[in-house]
């Protein structure tokens, strides 16, 4: 059984940093990604970011890019997402997903099969 954890959400001010992570169990066969997804209230739900196990590469939204870090732990299959320099739009419902074919590189929700229950994350101006 799959099962992805996602934690690390919380109330934080403009300009200010975060670091969320998911936990992963059941993808341990062959190469996996994990990816973080977010939505606004009012708005549709937007990649922010995927890491693979095998490799460690790394792909980022528009949104996000150049201002996060995302990192894995394969011993832990814990994947980290650090992120910085906080804005107001970054406000959403943060969650991670796990379980796409080959594990490859995609910021797509329907490429995944398996999703965490998702954290907060509040951007206060």
């Known amino acids: 059984e799959v099962q992805l954890q996602a934690s690390g959400g919380g109330l934080v001010q403009a300009g200010g940093y975060l670091r969320l992570s998911c936990g992963a169990s059941?993808?341990?066969?062959?190469?996996?990604?994990i990816a973080w997804f977010r939505q606004a209230p009012g708005k549709e739900r937007e990649g922010v970011a995927c890491?693979?196990?095998?490799?460690?590469?790394?792909l980022w939204g528009d949104a996000v890019e150049g201002r996060n870090a995302i990192h894995i732990d394969n011993a832990k299959n814990t994947a980290t997402l650090q992120m910085t320099s906080l804005r107001s739009e970054d406000t959403g419902t943060y969650y991670c997903a796990g379980g796409n074919k080959f594990g490859m590189l995609t910021i797509i929700w329907g490429d995944y099969a398996y999703w965490g229950q998702g954290t907060q994350v509040t951007v206060s101006s």
């Open positions: 059941g993808l341990t066969r062959g190469d996996y990604a």
């Open positions: 890491i693979t196990s095998g490799g460690g590469k790394a």
